[in-house]
């Protein structure tokens, strides 16, 4: 089975700090996705990255950045935490012509 | 892509049949019909998709209507471990960059 690691399910931060979330994929999949969840809004797509090194912005970005390093890690992060922030984050990935994204558990992450 | 609509919520019992209908009266002749289903608390999951052809796989059946405006998910038999948020989404199958757009999809209570 596919298996996306989320390194944190809940997370507490202080507005201004630094904050990086971790998604790791064990299939070798060419596309990751982090996407933000808030009630009564469904899944926000925040950036995606279709190779190592390469990245797209979503409807989102605003106030988040990302790094794809290596295949299989990407990685969400927010730059100065804020309190709007605060939201359950969800990682994907998917292989490239296959369109079906596997998820992680998500991070709830409350920054006050 | 191609809008869906869903009702926000529905109950089925125990043991019975629970059918999720979704309308995508735009849908492109290229467009697939694929469903998700999100557990509380965790990421959405995975669970069919079709083109035109009716599918079936060891979770689920997918029927689409002959002329691809609609198409409903059927549970043959739902447990209470089917309570969740289901998701339709219509999407090319495609290289490259694969969006997806999750709206507020059908809340499927099942009820002892």
């Known amino acids: 089975d596919v298996k996306v690691t989320q390194s944190s399910r809940y997370l507490v931060k202080r507005t201004g700090e630094k904050v990086f979330l971790e998604c790791v994929q064990d299939?070798?999949?060419?596309?990751m996705f982090w996407y933000r969840q808030d009630p009564g809004l469904g899944l926000r797509l925040i950036y995606f990255?279709?190779?190592?090194?390469?990245?797209e912005k979503g409807d989102i970005p605003e106030g988040y950045s990302v790094s794809r390093e290596k295949k299989e890690r990407f990685s969400l992060i927010l730059e100065s935490a804020s309190t709007n922030q605060t939201s359950m984050y969800l990682c994907?990935?998917?292989?490239?012509?296959?369109?079906?994204?596997?998820f992680g558990a998500g991070t709830r992450l409350s920054v006050l | 892509d191609a809008k869906t609509t869903q009702p926000p919520s529905m109950d089925c019992a125990e043991g019975r049949a629970a059918n999720l209908p979704c309308n995508h009266s735009?849908?492109?002749?290229?467009?697939?019909v694929y469903w998700y289903r999100q557990i509380h608390s965790q990421g959405p999951q995975y669970i069919i998709h079709g083109l035109k052809n009716n599918e079936t796989n060891e979770m689920a059946s997918l029927i689409i209507t002959e002329d691809r405006k609609s198409s409903t998910l059927i549970l043959p038999h739902a447990t209470l471990r089917d309570t969740a948020v289901y998701y339709c989404i219509v999407r090319v199958i495609s290289g490259g960059y694969q969006k997806v757009t999750f709206g507020t999809g059908t809340k499927l209570q099942v009820i002892p």
């Open positions: 990255s279709y190779d190592v090194k390469m990245k």
């Open positions: 994907a990935s998917s292989l490239t012509g296959r369109n079906i994204q596997y």
């Open positions: 299939m070798d999949h060419e596309n």
């Open positions: 735009t849908i492109s002749g290229n467009e697939y």
